[in-house]
Nanobody
């Protein structure tokens, strides 16, 4: 199972970006999906999470500016980022809780998988 993130780049303050993260492989079920970020010198922090039922939760610093969504048919999670600020600059990582198919009658318990990270730079 792999998570492939894309969509990062350089954007001016006040601008927008949309990140995508697609899961692939022998997937039985995907539970929560989310986005984290890590700025230089800082610990990785939660940005947004979306459950399999569509409930969402956001870090206070991004509420009202970022929107997380998912397309179950594509095993993909998105992060729409608006009104970007220089302090949003970080490497963004996607994560997902995934149960993996082992055989026609057996799948693993949920395990957390991570994407490779995509850099978002907000600067004029």
């Amino acid at each position: 199972v792999q998570l492939q993130a894309s969509g990062g780049g350089l954007v001016q303050p006040g601008g927008s970006l949309r990140l995508s993260c697609a899961a692939s492989g022998p997937i039985f079920r995907i539970n929560d999906m989310g986005w984290y970020r890590q700025a230089p010198g800082n610990q990785r922090e939660l940005v947004a999470i979306i459950t399999s039922g569509g409930s969402t939760n956001y870090a206070d610093s991004v509420k009202g500016r970022f929107t997380v969504s998912r397309d179950k048919s594509k095993n993909t999670v998105y992060l729409q980022m608006n009104i970007l600020k220089p302090e949003d600059t970080a490497v963004y990582y996607c994560s997902a809780g995934i149960e993996v198919v082992i055989s026609p009658t057996f799948h693993t318990p949920e395990r957390e998988y991570w994407g490779q990270g995509t850099l978002v730079t907000v600067s004029s």
